[in-house]
């Protein structure tokens, strides 16, 4: 199957247990479902395998839901791609039944759609993000890739809730040359922290 319009099912391109590399729940572990399809486009994307949707195969939510349900992990991570160009209601309606936590990461550039715990919010230069995600999220995660995305980081997080968790992360190719920068710029802006790509310093996926 390569296309399918039924909300019941979704395409994913992989799914596994691991531990969350990255951003508020970095070191947890998780079960990371990551649908295929985006159209964002960013030109540092490291998932750029992601972007076409229709080589990848559907899944029913209940088979998707029974998986990670038996892999053991509490909290799951949708991710992409770009997991909100569908609707999520009934995943995360499926995953809740089953007591799991749900984390989304989005760039934002979609409605939301689906119940979830924890929403991770990552906008992008390459597709503006809605105007919602500043409000309904409960992190902003700026990636790092050179000195004018700080200027732009300092403008998104100005919109997002007082109580919102705030982090830069380098791009991952740009990491040497951004992580002190970021380290100078979380001192003098100390409402934000650093993510690092934990995972990739373990060589875990
Ligand atoms: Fe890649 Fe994510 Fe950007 Fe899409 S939004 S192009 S998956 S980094």
Redesign the pocket.
């Known amino acids: 199957m390569s296309s399918i319009t039924d909300p019941e099912y979704l395409p994913v391109m992989e799914s596994f247990y691991t531990i969350q590399g990255e951003g508020f729940y970095s070191g947890t572990p998780a079960y990371f479902i990551r649908l295929g399809g985006?159209d964002?486009?960013?030109v540092?994307?490291?998932?750029?395998d992601?972007?076409d949707a229709s080589q990848f195969d559907w899944f029913s939510i209940e088979e998707i839901t029974k998986r990670a349900k038996d892999s053991g992990a509490n909290v799951v991570v949708v991710t992409?791609?770009?997991p909100l160009m569908y609707d999520l209601s009934l995943l995360t309606e499926s995953l809740k039944k089953e007591g799991l936590q749900t984390n989304i990461e989005t760039?934002g550039a979609y409605p939301l759609t689906g119940n979830w715990d924890w929403i991770c919010f990552?906008p992008?230069k390459?597709k503006s993000p809605l105007k919602d995600f500043y409000k309904s999220s409960h992190e902003l995660k700026v990636i790092a890739y050179n000195k004018s995305d700080f200027k732009w980081a300092i403008e998104h997080g100005n919109q997002m809730n007082t109580n919102s968790q705030l982090f830069l992360q380098p791009e991952w190719s740009k990491e040497k040359e951004m992580t002190p920068l970021i380290v100078d710029f979380v001192k003098e802006n100390p409402k934000w922290k650093i993510s690092l790509q934990t995972h990739k310093y373990m060589d875990i996926p």
């Open positions: 985006c964002v486009g960013c540092w994307c490291d998932v750029k992601s972007w992409g791609g770009e760039s990552s992008k390459f």
